[in-house]
Nanobody
Framework: QLQLVESGGGLVQAGESLRLSCTTS????????IGWFRQAPGSQREPVAT???????NYADAVKGRFTISRDTAKNTVYLQMNSLKPEDSGVYYC????????????WGPGTQVIVSS
């Protein structure tokens, strides 16, 4: 079973930056999408940034121009660089891999907390 572990969350002030990391337990050879989602208190989980198998990247409108998703395949890690953070970016950030191989299925990490103070 594919396992994901996020890191890099924390408490920052508005305008500052954070970089989240998500490492998979094994190399994902084939996938449908890899990405980051977030969930604020009282809200549903929503996509922040995703990349599909063709390399196409989608960003939520609220983060375009501030967040960047990237992958280091040699390290089995996907990153989310978050710049110019705003209080409304606060929430629990989850890594997601919709994998085809070696373990087909939709995998989620346990999440990492991001708090942006004003």
């Amino acid at each position: 079973q594919l396992q994901l572990v996020e890191s890099g969350g924390g408490l920052v002030q508005a305008g500052e930056s954070l970089r989240l990391s998500c490492t998979t337990s094994v190399t994902v050879f084939r996938f449908l999408t890899i990405g980051w989602f977030r969930q604020a208190p009282g809200s549903q989980r929503e996509p922040v940034a995703t990349v599909n198998a063709n390399g196409r990247i989608n960003y939520a409108d609220a983060v375009k121009g501030r967040f960047t998703i990237s992958r280091d395949t040699a390290k089995n890690t996907v990153y989310l660089q978050m710049n110019s953070l705003k209080p409304e970016d606060s929430g629990v950030y989850y890594c997601n891999v919709n994998a085809l191989s070696p373990y087909p299925g939709n995998a989620w990490g346990p999440g990492t907390q991001v708090i942006v103070s004003s």
